[in-house]
């Protein structure tokens, strides 16, 4: 008897839990802010600066690429940057392997 008393009315009255689903909800949403402005964010304003870069790349141009290999532009095309690494040297890269520019062109 004692046993089906507890088991009807031991968590306060009929509402188990109520609250608790809002509250995971807030801390659901504020756990998806915390990664949206520590991750994702960061990450989109990231590629827009990359995209940028190489949408405003130009002939002339000393860049540097992701692997390290630092030359001039001397051609472009939508795909493939052609640089030269040394005199009368150069090498054919894809246009998405530009790391950065060093120097923009006409600012020596």
Known sequence: M?????????????MPGAGGD????????ILFAIF???LIRPQ???Q???KA???NLAHGDTVVTSGGIHGKVVALTDTIVTLEVADK????ISRSFIGAVLQKAGKE
Request: overall charge positive.
């Open 44 to 46: 989109q304003q990231k």
């Open 36 to 38: 949206y402005f520590l």
């Open 48 to 50: 827009k600066e990359m």
């Open 2 to 14: 004692i046993d089906t008393a507890y088991a009807m009315g031991g968590m306060g009255g009929g």
């Open 22 to 29: 809002w509250s995971f909800m807030l801390v659901m949403a």
């Open 53 to 55: 870069m190489l949408d």
């Open 89 to 92: 040297i150069r090498i054919k």
